[in-house]
């Protein structure tokens, strides 16, 4: 019977990367601890698992070479060799290899070359451990080592030349065989490796319950996603239509309504929350990176890593691990000082950067924070003067002047290295962040380090909203941006300059937004103490928009724009209504940028996107 | 719809022809390829853009899809009119995108053999001709043979999608 062995070729591809990332994790953390047995333990299965899948599908390059670092892990399980950072740092070199060797298996990209070369080292290693263990080794008695390893796996990838049932089976066996052979080796040794072994046995059988979960597409997920959406619209829509008859007409109707919404909005949540992965997965290739950020540098680090099960739409963990990526590196290069510089200062030669995740409100918050040389205003202020993006005139405030730092083509590092300080990215990061519906804030005390802070929403999928009405037009603002709203009397609203107006808040002056001026759509109050003013706030500064009237707060389905029609300035999506029609979403730096672009706004109340349209405007 | 019969008798089932959907715009015949047609609805609400240009009517929920509205008088410059629950919105595929055309009326689907479709005019530098393809003669009425894609689908939709 002849089974086409590609279709798992997915599954298997998926699995592997899975098991790399476990062992690369695995193998940073045995770096602190190196006699953490567990560690050593799921490292050396996922290895096995790696190696015996990949014999099965017949990747023949990634058995052998899966196979090398299985026989050091061997040695380094069952104690014959300590985990020195040496061999924990070629394992991490080889899990690299691994990498690549996947990827070319894939069809991206080819063999790496380092394949032979680290398989000798790998090799060495274990030789290694033939000189401990024999006192005068011959170099028959070192190749035999090897030998005897080879011959499990020699079987089973003699018995798949062809990708049929039955070769898979037997390799399949010839796995299991193995494993067996390695399970009564182990009991033969020392009480303490049987200890060691039994708990193997107990992960192995948690590994099979693991089995209850299934692997389903995100497209079918985000089908399902679309089609409860629908579904949330069309029973908003039927309760408009049932609100309009008179109340009494059908009691059992009315009823079955409640039930009705109660599940559709469960049913939502539930949807929704199939999409929420951890934090972790994107958290998980920091530590890495980080290492080799810091010892390209030469510093000395120490990753925090904290709520890392802090759950965030797929969507969202995505589209976050670039702009995080940056921060990280970012912090690691510029923020943490040289171990001589710090010991100088009084601080641990070792510094420490933390990723932390935690839930606040409706959002997730996720700080990537060191506890380096922090940010000095008056550099960031001078150089911001020397490339013409500030004047010097203006009166920031510390907020602000951190806030520089987000312009395009500033960059403080002295030097351009080529792991961070080209000037791209920290306008980019901010982007990408403002993009996902979140914001991006500094903390930063000189010499004490610097935290940068994401606050996202939950999902994109969904916004928490308040519609108010312009005219016959309806919008919907971003709750999360709303402060307050109220009626002004007819004194609060006062011209600046003839042209600018603020409406005065509490003694505080907040600059005032006509939306229909701005959208252009036909006025019906344009006196504001006739209307209501929206207080919302972007970047630390207030904004007062004049709407007609407030209509209430509602979870709208985020509906792209960009989908059939494309990008319009100050409008982050749509939605649809529960009478069918569409609605705007303000997206609101949006608009606050094309405000900035048409009306004049006293000069003490700049915000940086000023700066920002200047000096897009200068390019 | 008397005239369909007639028509399609006149124009034929050739082989070689394409089938067309044809519509009014202030009196004249325009027609568009019938396989880039999704549907035809009736007006419904439109929730206007800000800040896009006056031919885009604003958008239109078209079951769960946000669409929109391309008013092709606007577009060809006549005189615009208020349109009522009597126009007709064609939806139309433009590469992966869905857009809606509003029309005065929808007439017929007609064949043209490639015989009956003459060139282009030229009308000199004041009047923009490059989305018509052709000009097809039907019973003494001249039909104008409308390029979708660079009617609506270029420089408005496509190419003014964010490159990043």
């Known amino acids: 019977m002849q089974i086409d062995l590609s279709e798992f070729h997915s599954v298997f591809f998926d699995e592997a990367a899975e098991h790399l990332a476990t062992m690369e994790e695995g193998l940073l953390g045995l770096e602190s601890t190196p006699d953490n047995r567990d560690l050593l333990n799921s490292i050396f299965r996922c290895a096995h698992s790696i190696k015996g899948n990949s014999s099965m599908f017949g990747f023949n390059d990634i058995s052998s070479f899966t196979h090398g670092m299985e026989s050091l892990l061997d040695r380094l399980r069952d104690g014959t060799l300590l985990p020195t950072s040496e061999r924990v740092e070629l394992l991490l070199r080889a899990t690299d290899t691994l990498g690549g060797l996947l990827r070319a298996a894939r069809g991206e990209g080819t063999t790496p070359e380092s394949m032979g070369s680290l398989l000798q080292e790998l090799q060495l290693a274990l030789d290694d451990s033939a000189s401990a263990t024999s006192p005068a080794p011959t170099d028959a008695a070192v190749e035999e080592l090897p030998v005897t390893d080879e011959a499990p796996a020699a079987v089973a990838e003699s018995a798949l030349p062809s990708a049929s049932a039955e070769a898979g089976d037997a390799s399949l066996a010839a796995v299991t065989a193995s494993l067996d052979r390695e399970t009564k080796c182990s009991e033969t040794r020392s009480s303490e490796s049987k200890g060691r072994d039994s708990k193997g046995g107990t992960e192995s059988r948690a590994l099979h319950t693991e089995a209850s979960s299934i692997r389903v597409s995100v497209e079918k997920v985000d089908e399902l996603i679309n089609l409860v959406g629908e579904l949330a619209i ?20 009315y009823e079955a309504m409640v039930s009705m919404e109660r599940s559709t909005r469960d049913l939502q949540e539930r949807v929704m929350a199939v999409r929420m992965i951890p934090v972790g997965t994107v958290f998980r290739r920091f530590p890495r990176l980080i290492r080799d950020v810091a010892a390209s540098l030469g510093k000395r680090v120490n990753v925090e890593i904290i709520g890392e099960e802090t759950e965030l739409d797929k969507q969202v963990i995505e589209r976050l691990s670039d702009p995080l990526t940056h921060l990280v590196r970012n912090a690691v290069d510029h923020g943490l000082e040289s171990p001589e510089e710090r010991e100088r200062l009084g601080k641990p030669a ?26 000095d205003l008056e550099k960031i202020r001078r150089k911001a003067i020397s490339l013409g993006l500030i004047s010097g005139q203006e009166n920031l405030n510390d907020e602000q002047i951190r ?33 996902l519906n979140g914001s991006v804030s500094i903390e930063s005390e000189l010499g004490r380090g610097t935290r940068f802070r994401i606050k996202l929403p939950l999902t994109m999928a969904i916004l928490d909203g308040l519609s108010v009405s312009v005219h016959e037009e309806i919008y919907i603002l971003p709750l999360l941006a709303v402060v307050e709203s109220f009626r002004p009397q007819p004194g609060d ?27 252009g759509v036909p006025p019906q109050i344009t006196d504001p103490s006739l209307g209501l003013i929206v207080i919302v706030e972007h970047q630390g500064q207030k904004y007062g928009l004049l709407v007609d009237e407030l209509l209430g707060q509602l979870q709208v389905v985020m509906k792209s724009l960009e989908a059939n029609y494309r990008k319009v300035d100050g409008i982050s999506g749509a939605t649809i209504l529960g009478d069918g029609r569409v609605a705007l979403i303000v997206d609101i730096p949006g608009l606050i940028r094309l405000v ?22 200068l390019v | 719809m008397e005239t369909t019969n007639t028509l399609n008798s006149a124009g034929g089932f050739a082989a070689d022809g394409n089938q067309f959907l044809t519509f009014t715009l202030q009196n004249e015949e325009y027609a568009i390829d019938i396989l880039r047609v999704q549907e035809i609805k009736g007006f419904s609400k439109i929730t206007p853009i800000p800040n896009t240009p006056r031919y885009i009517r604003g958008v239109m929920n078209l079951r769960g899809t946000v669409v929109p509205i391309v008013d092709l008088r606007a577009r060809f410059g006549m005189e615009e009119t208020e349109y009522n629950q009597f126009a007709v919105i064609i939806v139309v595929n433009v590469g992966s995108k869905v857009v809606g055309l509003v029309v005065d009326t929808v007439s017929d689907v007609l064949n043209f053999n490639t015989s009956d479709v003459d060139e282009p005019p030229q009308l000199g530098a004041g009047v923009d001709t490059s989305f018509i393809t052709g000009m097809a003669k039907v019973d003494e009425k001249l039909v104008m043979l409308l390029d979708i894609d660079k009617l609506v689908g270029t420089e408005d939709l496509a190419a003014m999608h964010p490159a990043a």
């Open chain 1, 234 to 253: 069309a029973q908003a829509m039927v309760n408009q239509a049932l609100s309009e008859l008179p109340a009494d007409t059908a009691p059992l109707l």
């Open chain 1, 350 to 375: 070792e510094g420490c950067v933390r990723l932390s995740a935690f839930h606040e409100g409706g959002n997730v918050i996720i700080d990537v924070e060191e506890d380096g040389r922090g940010l």
């Open chain 1, 403 to 435: 806030s520089l730092i987000f312009l395009p083509g500033f960059s403080t590092a002295a030097a351009v290295s080529d792991i961070s300080g080209r000037g791209v990215g920290m306008d980019v990061v901010k982007r990408n962040i403002e993009a």
């Open chain 1, 493 to 519: 609203v006062r011209t600046v300059l003839g042209t600018g107006e603020v409406v005065v808040v509490r003694g505080e002056n907040v600059p005032l937004v006509r939306l229909y001026a701005v959208f």
């Open chain 1, 596 to 617: 900035e672009r048409t009306v004049v706004i006293p000069p003490s109340r700049h915000s940086e996107d000023v700066f920002f349209d200047a000096c897009a405007a």
